[in-house]
């Protein structure tokens, strides 16, 4: 479901599927989680290019995920975000916390 790409400076963790939901979000937040233990010094970058749906578990798992990484002083951002899930982020008011760029 992943991939995971690091050049020193960033995590870049590309999200391998089309749809984040209530079927797949605890699997996709372990090998978030397990992404991010194997370098726990740099930031996080999360590529949505393929992802195109998102429900409300999934925006769960992303502030969880987000939670856990500001307990270890890490950051977190997402990228190539589809115009809907955009909208969806923005009317929750998360894409500050979200860091959707």
Known sequence: MLTVNNNGKVLEIILKLESMNINNSDMILKELKEA??????????LDFKQ??????????????????????????????????????????????FLNIQ
């Not at 991010?36 to 970058?45: C, E, R, Y």
């Not at 749906?53 to 990484?69: E, G, R, T």
Request: proline letters at 0%; a positive charge; hydrophobic letters at 50%.
């Open 36 to 45: 991010a233990l194997k370098d726990s010094k740099v930031d996080i970058m």
């Open 51 to 96: 992802v195109r749906f998102v429900d409300s578990s999934a925006i769960a798992m992303l502030v969880s995920f987000v939670q856990s990484l500001a307990r270890s002083k890490r950051k977190m951002s997402i990228v190539n975000v589809t115009e809907q899930i955009r909208t969806t982020v923005k009317v929750l008011n998360l894409t500050n």
